[in-house]
């Protein structure tokens, strides 16, 4: 059973910036790539960015490329995602994910382990 854990959440300022960790716990772990996701109030959860596991290769959403990068550490089955130029819409809550699918893979319904969440606040 893999389990995740994220972290790095916080109230930051607008044009500020955060860097979000999810660390991968368990026996196992065989996912093809891994991917952060938010979810505002009010709003469906949205893919963010996402990165294959073992090329480390990223993909975006439109809405943070540019400002957000995701990267991971293998040894330490650790995935980042730094946040640069926060606006008041990146307030959410952020939720890790993995799936056992390659490519760039953005669905909510294609990850199978999810974190509990961590929240991100924009505001002055």
């Known amino acids: 059973q893999v389990l995740l854990e994220e972290s790095g959440g916080g109230l930051v300022q607008p044009g500020g910036s955060l860097k979000l960790s999810c660390v991968v716990r368990g026996s196992t772990f065989g996912s093809a790539a891994m991917g952060w996701f938010r979810q505002a109030p009010g709003k469906e959860r949205q893919f963010v960015a996402g990165i294959n596991w073992s090329s480390g290769n990223p993909y975006y959403a439109d809405s943070v490329k540019g400002r957000f990068a995701i990267s991971r550490d293998r040894d330490s089955r650790t995935m980042y995602l730094q946040m640069n130029s926060l606006k008041a819409e990146d307030t959410a809550v952020y939720y890790c994910?993995?799936?056992?699918?390659?490519?760039?893979?953005?669905?909510?319904?294609?990850?199978?382990?999810w974190g509990q969440g961590t929240q991100v606040t924009v505001s002055s």
């Open positions: 994910a993995t799936t056992p699918f390659g490519g760039d893979v953005v669905a909510v319904y294609e990850y199978d382990a």
